[in-house]
């Protein structure tokens, strides 16, 4: 089983901070899913990258994927208090329709 | 707009009880997801189905059993709840082939 492990574990910053978030994998991903969990509610998906060194945007979000697919980071320029939550990152798998998910980076975005 | 429920948000019971925890989706998705969810290890698959009275173990089906009757509901079963499922439980739906899975908004259980 590929493992994912996302760092840091836990991010605390100031409102108007930018933040970088990780997954890094031990063997190239076939596709690579982001989700954000808000307290209290199941994780939404935010992106899906496939190309290796494909780069996207979501408004204050940019996502990249590494070149050789193993790894990929999530950028979030000038961080909300509704930025607040948990991030997740998950390799999807075609064959068995399943995700197989990181660890988590907590993100808590002070006013 | 796509709607995953589950039964409880919050749920407490006694070691060795039978618990069940319902999921029901409205969006006619063939597939459906038991997940739990512990600090730091991010979710992990237990059961998994792909159509009505079809399951398949997930990574950590140990302790737990599942029933499709029907298309849109997917139980979780403990037999015989342990303190250590205290956890974080998660349900989710999606098309076969799609890559989107929909999560529901969890139930926490408690096992004393």
């Known amino acids: 089983t590929q493992l994912l492990e996302q760092s840091p574990q836990f991010l605390s910053i100031q409102e108007g901070e930018n933040l970088t978030v990780y997954c890094n994998s031990s063997s190239v991903f076939s596709s690579l899913q982001w989700y954000r969990q808000e307290p209290g509610e199941g994780p939404v998906l935010l992106v899906t990258?496939?190309?290796?060194?494909e780069v996207k945007k979501l408004k204050r979000l940019t996502f990249q994927f590494g070149d050789a697919r193993k790894d990929s980071s999530l950028h979030i320029t000038a961080a909300q208090p509704g930025d607040t939550g948990l991030y997740l990152c998950a390799e999807f798998k075609a064959a068995g329709n399943k995700l197989t998910f990181g660890g988590g980076t907590r993100v808590l975005v002070k006013p | 707009d796509v709607k995953v429920t589950q039964s409880s948000r919050y749920l407490v019971k006694r070691t060795g009880e039978k618990v069940f925890l319902e999921c029901v989706q409205d969006?006619?998705?063939?597939?459906m997801f038991w997940y739990r969810q512990d600090p730091g290890l991010g979710l992990r698959l237990i059961y998994f189905?792909?159509?009505?009275?079809?399951?398949e173990k997930g990574d950590i089906p140990e302790g737990y059993s599942v029933s499709r009757e029907k298309k849109e509901r997917f139980s979780l079963i403990l037999e015989s709840a342990s303190t250590n499922q205290t956890s974080m439980y998660l349900c989710a739906s999606s098309f076969p082939g799609r890559e989107t899975q929909y999560f529901g908004p969890g139930t926490r259980l408690l096992v004393l």
């Open positions: 189905s792909y159509d009505v009275k079809m399951k």
């Open positions: 990258v496939v190309t290796g060194g």
């Open positions: 969006m006619d998705h063939e597939n």
